[in-house]
């Protein structure tokens, strides 16, 4: 199997391609990242064939597409806040980024496609779990453009017939993922701030809660969609049930660094849910054989990884 994955320099993305790399059904790793949230360095010492480009750009597609035989489509502007600094650019980049990597797929007869979305996408819905029939009322620009992602990939598959697979990413964590920017997820944020001995923001009281879900396990799900071509008519939810709230978080990195973590608290951010579960009874028959990490597990490694990075900056730093 010949694989692209787009948005493939950033923390998903870098990932996947290096549990693809070790995937014996895995013949060639292809990248296509501008960079503009992703980083070279991600990619430091992978085999993979790097196209730095847009996804806005026809000629940088169709580049990258050549001879693939699947798309792993990440290529993304993440972040609510991001969103609503600039919706027309979360807009260009999640929504029409995404029809035009499914236009591209379509000329070079790529075989399967999938797609990333997000929980988001549920927004006002108050139920809890999750379903991925139930309506969806996103919240934010950024929202939108995830929700006109999965609409674009499954219009595909029912006007062309291209096999396509949208996954709703429900906050996937894991080594790799930036802290150091203004949209960083609150796993990492949290992380650095405990090994720096620094206090961690809470935006509004804590009692919010995510179903997080470990990178690892995200890449697994989606090497095993590609082995075995799966598709689906819906969205799929990609989580399985491991809700925590961000206090319960901070309990647990308490506990596996042994020391005492400050906290601060700061007003709630415009657009953020409250709560957050997934509904996994598709994924889980879609997918049974996947056994997911365990949060307790995914936050050692991540702590792990991240005490490796601060370990290098001061060392660079002297």
């Keep these: ?34 960079l503009s949230v992703g980083l070279r360095s991600n990619l430091d010492g992978l085999d993979v064939d790097f196209v730095e480009g847009s996804i806005l750009d026809p000629g940088a597609l169709d580049a990258a597409m050549a001879g693939r035989e699947a798309v792993v489509h990440l290529a993304a502007l993440p972040s609510v806040p991001r969103s609503l600094s600039d919706p027309l650019a979360s807009h ?24 990333a979305s997000s929980s988001s996408v549920y927004g006002l819905n108050p139920a809890l779990p999750k379903e991925e029939l139930t309506w969806t009322r996103p919240m934010s620009p950024y929202a939108a453009s995830k929700l006109a992602t999965e609409a674009y990939a499954l219009a595909h598959q029912a006007s062309f017939g291209l096999p396509t697979l949208a996954f709703r990413f429900f906050n996937v964590f894991g080594p790799g ?11 990492p944020r949290f992380v650095h701030a405990a090994l720096r001995g620094e206090p961690v923001v809470l935006h509004g009281d804590g009692t919010q809660s995510r179903d997080f879900t470990f990178v690892g396990t995200v890449c697994e799900v989606i090497l095993d969609a590609i082995r075995r071509r799966v598709h689906h008519p819906h969205p799929v939810n990609l989580a399985f049930g491991a809700r925590a709230s961000l206090l319960q978080v901070l309990d ?13 608290y700061a007003a709630p951010r415009v657009g953020d849910v409250p709560h957050s ?27 792990e990884w991240m005490a490796g990075l601060l370990h290098v900056e ?4 002297r």
């Design 177 to 187: 993922q930036r802290h150091d920017h203004a949209y960083a997820a609150v796993i």
């Design 314 to 317: 001061h060392a660079a730093q």
């Design 252 to 264: 647990e990195l308490t506990e596996l660094l042994d020391r005492p973590i400050a906290r601060e």
């Design 92 to 115: 260009h980049a999640n929504a029409t980024g995404t029809l035009m990597v499914l236009e591209a797929a379509r000329r070079h007869d790529v075989g399967h496609v999938l797609v």
């Design 277 to 303: 579960l997934a509904d996994n009874t598709r994924l889980r028959a879609l997918f049974p054989d996947v056994v997911p990490i365990d949060r307790t597990d995914g936050l050692r490694a991540t702590i």
């Design 1 to 34: 199997m010949r694989i692209l994955i787009t948005g493939g320099a950033g923390f998903i993305g870098s990932n996947l391609a290096r549990a693809a790399l070790v995937d014996p059904a895995v013949k060639e790793v292809a990248i296509l990242d501008d």
